[in-house]
């Protein structure tokens, strides 16, 4: 949620609002994210939030975003791909499209990597067992007529398997296959890998809705 909502900030600096980008016909779409937490913010604390985008790669937008303390510790590091789309149909757009390169520096950093998108295969996939359903509902929706990326991090603490999380994460990541709408079913799966991961999968009428994975905190 902070991502987006950080993303949309640092946009609106540049005069790039969201309704200015469908009005010149495209939108971005988040399609992977990975996080590490090195800690948690308590209640009443106050963080300084930080994001850019880091370049592209292939068809991909990188966003970086980091959380730190008042006097500048790390919490949070987090990586993201973006997809531009056309607003409607969501069909990807190669990112010489993009109509705004005076509005936002998309090469405001560099990260030196691009971080890898989730693949569940082998003994991971292997590890998955039915957890239950979920249906899409009204308020998940956002303004691009799908369930809100960050509703899958929620989805995915509701189905942590054993139905106990760990009392504090230390990083995870999801990938975002296929969008899922309103009064969607979404048949979730979830299981844990001999190293101790929670890995968990999402399915719509038999196609691949996410994946997502979950590491506790050394503590």
Same mark, same amino acid.
């Given at each position: ?14 005069? $790039?609002?969201?309704? !200015?980008? *469908? ?5 971005? =779409?988040? +399609?992977?994210? /990975? ?26 937008? $990188?966003?970086?975003? !980091?959380? *730190? ?5 790390? =919490?949070? +590091?987090?990586? /993201? ?139």
């Amino acid at each position: 949620k902070l991502l987006q909502e950080a993303a949309e900030c640092q946009m609106k600096r540049g005069g $790039l609002t969201y309704e !200015r980008m *469908r009005e010149g016909g495209c939108v971005f =779409l988040l +399609t992977n994210v /990975s996080v590490r937490i090195a800690a948690l913010p308590h209640a009443g604390d106050t963080v300084t939030v930080w994001t850019a985008f880091c370049g592209t790669a292939g068809a991909l937008f $990188l966003r970086d975003m !980091r959380i *730190r303390t008042a006097d500048g510790g790390e =919490l949070v +590091t987090l990586h /993201s791909h973006w997809a531009l789309t056309d607003p409607d149909g969501h069909r990807v757009l190669r990112p010489s499209a993009f109509p705004f390169p005076d509005a936002v520096d998309l090469t405001e950093c560099k990260t030196g990597s691009v971080p890898a998108r989730l693949n569940l295969r082998g003994e991971a996939a292997r590890c998955l067992r039915p957890a239950g359903e979920r249906e899409v509902r009204w308020s998940d929706i956002d303004c691009n007529g799908h369930m809100n990326n960050s509703v899958y991090a929620d989805l995915m603490c509701d189905y942590f398997p054993g139905g106990k999380m760990p009392r504090r994460l230390g990083e995870f990541a999801i990938s975002f296959r296929r969008e899922a709408r309103e009064k969607d079913i979404i048949a979730i799966q979830s299981g844990r890998t001999p190293d101790g991961a929670a890995v968990l999968a999402g399915e719509i009428a038999g196609r691949c809705c996410f994946e997502g994975r979950m590491l506790p905190a050394q503590v």
